[in-house]
């Protein structure tokens, strides 16, 4: 059974880029402003945009960067038929041949781009699995972006924070240049500044990784800010509990909207509007989005309300892993459906609910337990900062039990384990109660903000491990 997107079906350019939308805009508002720097409200026009952007096109030009090279600078080589790998600054090893500053020299003359070609390739999370190479064209690049805008009003700031290497923040800055506005940058997360930036330019939307959103729900410095004016907190990457939502709704007035997406789709396929959300939802299907539920076990089509594996087929999805036949042959369905490996359903009313990651859900005595859900209650507690659940062991029986890591807030008295683990049993069905919880410093996260819950669980592997060597040894 096909889900289709409740939205009227949108146009997508066949013949435009994300570097053509720049130039467009760089020759009708040329003096609108692009780029400002959060810290020193330093400004690039899209005139000057356009400009730098040209410079560093004809410095790689000059060095022989050629079609189907790979680049770090975003908009530059798109004009030369390159590849943009955007790189986390702590990937010491990015495989680079050539770091360069040019400037003053002439734009090369170059044939039309191809909206075909290949023009980015970010890396799919290492969360679950080694990264592999996205290949994602010019046209779904530009696809994602008109999809995505077409249900939102213009902004008069956007908030750009989150690591640019990262997909969410990657679909933020096309879409911002797609509908020419302006995007104040800020290269890292520091509350303070963070806070006063939003109050600055007075933000409405706010675009944040999951842990943020919690700091906003539980932090007391922001207590310290008006946010009046802020009304909505968008977030992806990582399902928000309902319990989350409430929070921030009581304390700052704003609805969070939750979206859904992958590297492979160049961003989005699901997000939440003003006048179209649900609790605990990641929103409806974008336009010209379809989608698929199928059975864990079967592999048969689910229909609305049941759960399965999540699949969807868009205009902005990937060509494929690159240099990777295998992966590509596990993604992708025969009728051009991609695989997610996310577990989730689909309710009568068209709304996306994600549970789970495939790879992470935990089995207990045969019943299947989110490690999502456990953590949404977690970070309820008010002594609770963060969690992260993960596979455990009974020592008596060797069967999966529910594994809790959590970190206090600041000042948190008295707390103990087996109050919270009674604390979530009270709000739980019995199945998916925590059975073993430990204290913890801090949960370990990419730069994009992402719980990296593989550590936590290679730590409890070990740990496993060691009380198994423990107990050989005594006998």
Known sequence: MIFTSPHPKIPIPQDQTIWSMLELHARE??????????????????????????????????????????????????????????????????GCRLHLIAKKLPFPNLPPMDPTDV????????????????????????????????????????????????????????????????MVILPRFEPETFLRVVVKYKMAKLSLAPPLVLFMAKHPIVDKFDLS???????????????????????????VLQGY????????????????????????????????????VTDADLHANQTGELLFRTPSMMKGYYNNPEANRATFTEDGFVRTGD??????DGYVFIVDRLKE??????????PAELEDVLNHHSSVADSCCVRGKDPETGEEIPKAFVVLTEGAKDVSEGELMDFVAERVAG???????????????????????????DLQNHKIQQAKLRLQSRL
């Open 29 to 94: 508002s040329g003096h609108k402003p692009a780029f400002i720097c959060g810290l020193t409200e330093k400004t690039l026009t899209f005139a000057q945009t356009l400009e730098k952007a040209k410079a560093i096109c004809a410095g790689l030009s000059a060095h022989g960067i050629k079609r189907g090279d790979v680049r770090t600078a975003s908009f530059s080589p798109l004009a030369l038929g390159a590849l943009c790998g955007i790189l986390d600054s702590a990937d010491v090893d990015g």
């Open 431 to 457: 199945f998916k109660r925590v059975r073993e919880l430990e204290f913890i410093a801090a949960i370990p996260k990419s730069l994009a903000g992402k719980v990296l819950r593989k550590e936590l669980q």
């Open 261 to 296: 997406g992958m590297t492979e789709f160049a961003g989005a396929v699901s997000n939440s509007t003003d006048t179209h959300a649900r609790d605990g939802s990641t929103g409806r299907l974008l336009p010209n989005v379809e989608m698929k539920v199928k059975d864990l």
């Open 361 to 370: 859900l935990i089995k207990y005595k045969g019943h299947q337990v989110a």
């Open 229 to 255: 004016h802020v009304t909505v907190l968008a977030s992806g990457g990582a399902p928000l509990g309902k319990e989350l939502e409430h929070a921030i709704m009581k304390r700052l007035g704003a609805k």
């Open 343 to 348: 577990i989730g359903y689909i309710d009568e």
């Open 119 to 182: 023009v980015a390739l970010p890396f799919s999370s290492g969360t679950t699995g080694r990264p592999k190479g996205v290949e994602l064209t010019g046209r779904a690049m530009l696809a994602t972006a008109a999809q995505t805008s077409s249900l939102e009003d213009d902004l008069t700031y956007v908030l750009g924070m989150l690591p640019f290497f990262h997909i969410l923040a990657t679909l933020i800055f096309h879409a911002t240049i797609y509908k020419a506005l302006p």
